[in-house]
Nanobody, 117 residues
Framework: QVQLVESGGGLVQPGGSLRLSCAAS????????MSWYRQAPGKQRELVAA?????????NYADSVKGRFTISRDNANNRAYLQMNSLKPEDTAVYYC?????????WGQGTQVTVSS
């Protein structure tokens, strides 16, 4: 099993920044990729960003966050990050960290991000 704990969420004004962190523990040696998903009230959960491989792994982003969000991974410390800049009210959601292994997918409990003035 893989345990994931997110942190770094909170309330921020439009145009502000937040950095989400995801700490992984347990059976982590064969994690293929790390991702961030989000779910806003009344909406489906959506992929925000993903990173694969090692510390310099390939990345992909939802069109709505390209150029504003950056995903990174620190394999030595078993962490993944999501740097969020130029935040907009529509970024308000619960953000989830996801780890994929060859035969299983693991989700964190989520952290709330609220963008409001």
């Amino acid at each position: 099993q893989v345990q994931l704990v997110e942190s770094g969420g909170g309330l921020v004004q439009p145009g502000g920044s937040l950095r989400l962190s995801c700490a992984a523990s347990g059976t982590i040696f064969n994690i293929i990729s790390m991702s961030w998903y989000r779910q806003a009230p009344g909406k489906q959960r959506e992929l925000v960003a993903a990173i694969s491989g090692g510390d310099g792994g390939s990345t992909n982003y939802a069109d709505s966050v390209k150029g504003r969000f950056t995903i990174s991974r620190d394999n030595a410390n078993n962490r993944a990050y999501l740097q969020m800049n130029s935040l907009k009210p529509e970024d308000t959601a619960v953000y989830y960290c996801v780890a994929r292994r060859p035969s299983s997918t693991h989700w964190g409990q989520g952290t709330q991000v609220t963008v409001s003035s």
